[in-house]
């Protein structure tokens, strides 16, 4: 298990997440519409992962642990971030 | 040099000044086929050219754009402007190669590098044109702008942009786009973005891949492609050539330079104590600063030196390391710099059949008259009546001066090009100065085919250049400043060329805003260019001419462009060792004339001959405004020297046989000869014993031993057989 609930404010995403884990994390932050994403335990997320994120627009609780997730996709998605 | 090599620099030339031709004139017309086949024959023999000498960088590169040229012209679209500017770089590229070669005989050292470069970008302008016109990828036009957002202060000097739009299926297929991305080298910057606005967390399919991917890295394009070739169907590929650093960048720019320096500063600090934390410290800051700056060569190689250092105990390598990057960083490579290449004047010159024709013509005349003196002589041996001979040989000499005079002209007609030559290195150029600094600027030529001696011809370019550089830099105001004092927002520069009498003049006019004499005269009292009372004493006029004083230079910021350390000094200097002055007019608000004035022909010089103390000396016509007799009560003397008036100026005046250190004529005259002759700018009087004559003489310039000699322009040799020493009249009055 990479996508944990950890509770009704913070899902929580850990160590390599592949594709898979996007439903697993869609399905979390459609249930609970208020929560944020704490990906600091995160070494490395599969683009499926990352597009949920980028869809859901919700706040990321960061830094990523990965180094990719942290020095290009972190910014990517703040700036989207800030566009929406 | 050998013959092979001299013979390819000369044709090399021709070429290249042919195909930058028919690339130009395509420009203009992108549809016109018979320019199109002209520049691909050009750039095919240009590379035959090159594999006779065996210059494989060159006919790599040439090959490349070869390519490119036989590509266009299979294809019936109008031909895109990038794609142009790709091969006329080339050109330029080559044309840096062969005045290397020109210089050192060889081929630069540093040419296999700078041909990969230039193979990438030619190889990438195609690409970008095939990518364009193939609708495999849904468009989106403003990507490259959304990337310079994201890259933020990285979006400058060589970048690769890649846009990606996996495949919707990406996911199912087992694909992880991310690592694709993740595996390019030298990644700067990474930015996401959902290829369907409607899509929602409610209605999302988490399978189904809707991200396009834009990144951004240092890498050259050709190693991106090939490592995106299998998704070449689904990226977008471009090779973006960007100014060093943008302006607003400088600060940073000049804060991570500085930052470095300190870290040399640190390592140099006496004493062993810390010595291996100074050098981890120095070290890492000192590599990040340089990736900071895109620098990846050179963080590896101080980082490698860093290691070197710890394992020695010494500081020496990473220093010399990190100073070495510094001193590349100052020396960046950048499209308008041109290589500081010695100039040699060409050794071989084309020349125009009719015009030789001309010379073989004159001689048989000559041939005749060599004939008839011989004659005469006999007639005279015979006990002829002499007055009959001396008639003949009147005769004789009234043709041999006709012929004479025009074998000069057809002499010097062989040694004379076109302006054209240099002319049209400079629109291109000028283009690029003006986008490297935010500004559009056009560049208007006239006059091209105003002819002017080879060699003067050849030795334009850089004053030309640094000239032309100025305006646009300092000249030319921002589109802005521009718009709000009613000009168009693009800035015009005329560079024009024509015959002034026995004279080349070169004008470079710009419509900026002209030069502002008050900071002239402040920043000449800043750098010590000139004393407080003697610029309180100038015109306004003298002031601007400041601006060609050793020292000086206006611009507050320094740019890559004009601020390299060489100012208009250079270009004086440059113009006078030809023989010729520089002059400038300017009107604040209207902009400002650079007036470059150069003799047609470097072998004829006109003179005017003048005796002090019994020696006959020669003074250039050019510099002679008139010969006056002054009245000893009218010379006064004025601190150390001499001066007098006339029309209500005062004119200083020097004794030239005091100047030489000769013998003054003692039966002193009552009233002075003096000839007045105009020198840097001014007008000054030189006292002479007695007036000569006026004649036109090949000068020869002093050699050997008295190469180095100061106030002397050559020397001649006199109807009698004496040598009459030409003045160099600029160096006395300095």
Known sequence: ?84 | MNEFVEQFLLESRELVAQAIDDLMALEDAPGDRERLDGAFRAFHTLKGAAGIVEFAAMTRTLHAAEDVLATLRSSEEPIASNVLDECLACLDLTSRWLDAMQANSEAPATADVQADDMIARLVGSMDVDERDNSAALPGNGDWLDRLRVAAGNQFFGGLTAVRFVPDPEAFYKGEDPFSIIASLPRLVTVDLALTNDAISLEKMNTFSCSLEILALTREPIAPIQNALRVFAERTEIRQLTLPPAPAGDKAYLAEATSLIEAQVVLLRESGTEGLLGRIESAGRTSANALRYLGRDGAVTDVEKAMTTAQAQRKIEPLAAAIERALEAGTKREDPTTIAPVQVVAPRALRVDMDRIDALVKLTGELLVVKNAVGYAAKRLHDNEDPAAVASALRDQHALFDRLATELQGAVLSVRVLPLRTVFRRFPRLVREIAGGVGKTVRLITEGEATEADATIVDALFEPLLHVLRNAVDHGIEDPERRASSGKPAMGTVVLRGRRDAQNVRIEIEDDGAGIDVDRVRAVARARGVASEEALVAMTDGEAMDLIFAAGFSTAATVTDLSGRGVGMDSVRTTVERLGGTVTLQSRPGMGTVVSLILPFSLMMTRVMTVEVGDQAFGLPLDNVLETIIVGREMIVPIGSGRAFELRDRTIPLIDLSETLGLVRDVTAQHAAKVVLVSAVGQIGGLEVDRLGERMEVMLKPMEGLLGGMRGVAGTTLLGDGRVLVVLDVQEMFR
């Open chain 1, 1 to 84: 298990m990479t996508v944990v609930l950890h509770d009704e404010n913070t899902i929580r995403l850990i160590g390599a997440c592949p594709a898979e884990d996007g439903e697993t994390l869609l399905q979390h932050l459609l249930t609970n519409p208020k929560a944020r994403v704490d990906w600091r335990g995160c070494q490395s997320a599969h683009a499926a992962v990352v597009q949920v994120l980028l869809v859901s627009g919700r706040p990321l609780q960061g830094p990523p642990a990965g180094e990719f997730l942290r020095q290009f996709i972190s910014p990517a998605l703040d700036r989207s971030g800030r566009q929406v």
